[in-house]
């Protein structure tokens, strides 16, 4: 089993959707969590960190699963913008040990 | 401006030639990153940097040297470069503790012939 699983997609939506991925984890020391967006051969950009208690930046929300170890982002009212791909980051910390998920890529249609 | 400057942009070389990739971040991170990035397989994380001279391999560092003999500097170099390197690196910073998400640099697109 791979460390850090994401359904690769592509996920096609309609501007104004709401579109959710998911990120599985593997190892249950892991102890931080991010999303990253990347746009094509760009770099990562940190989009946000996962709290524990989940958390919301304006139409992105992520929560965290300890129990069943996967990771959420949730998009609200889908932008043509938010075209792109959205990288699962894993950190079992102490080392700095981080693993990327492959992403999931979203595409947003008109 | 924060960031991490990573040169070249892009690169194409010759099998064997030996290469390097500068790294530079102005933000005093201690813990610093080289990543390839190849179809299908995601980010893959070649060697990291707690700090200055400290070093240790990723999941996939053959081929590849580091060195971190000055806090915001972290090159990359390949001794002897073959096909199979030829890639996306990207470059990536982050103070240590675990809240605390990278920086990346711009990349670097490296074609071996």
């Known amino acids: 089993r791979k460390e850090v699983e994401q359904d690769p997609g592509p996920f096609n939506v309609p501007e104004g959707a709401t579109v959710a991925f998911n990120c599985t984890y593997s190892n249950s020391a892991s102890q931080s969590f991010f999303w990253y967006r990347q746009d094509c051969r760009k770099e990562p950009k940190l989009l946000m960190s996962?709290?524990?208690s989940g958390n919301e930046d304006g139409r992105f929300t992520a929560q965290l699963n300890r129990a069943s170890q996967y990771i959420s982002l949730l998009i609200r009212d889908s932008k043509l913008s938010d075209s792109a791909t959205y990288l699962c980051v894993v950190n079992i910390g102490g080392y700095q040990k981080v693993t990327f998920g492959t992403g999931t890529k979203l595409q947003v249609i008109p | 401006e924060a960031q991490v400057t990573q040169n070249p942009r892009y690169l194409i070389t010759v099998t064997g030639k030996k290469l390097t990739v500068t790294c530079s971040q102005n933000?005093?991170?201690?813990?610093m990153s080289w990543y390839r990035q190849d179809p299908g397989l995601g980010l893959r994380q070649i060697y990291y940097s707690m700090n200055v001279e400290v070093t240790d391999k990723g999941d996939v560092p053959e081929g590849y040297k580091v060195s971190r003999k000055e806090k915001r500097n972290f090159p990359l170099i390949l001794e002897s470069p073959s096909p199979n390197q030829t890639s996306l690196y990207f470059c990536?910073?982050?103070?240590?503790?675990?809240?605390?998400?990278?920086?990346f640099g711009s990349g670097t697109r490296l074609t071996v012939v």
């Open positions: 990536a910073s982050t103070r240590t503790g675990d809240t605390y998400g990278y920086t």
């Open positions: 996962v709290y524990s």
């Open positions: 933000m005093n991170h201690e813990y």
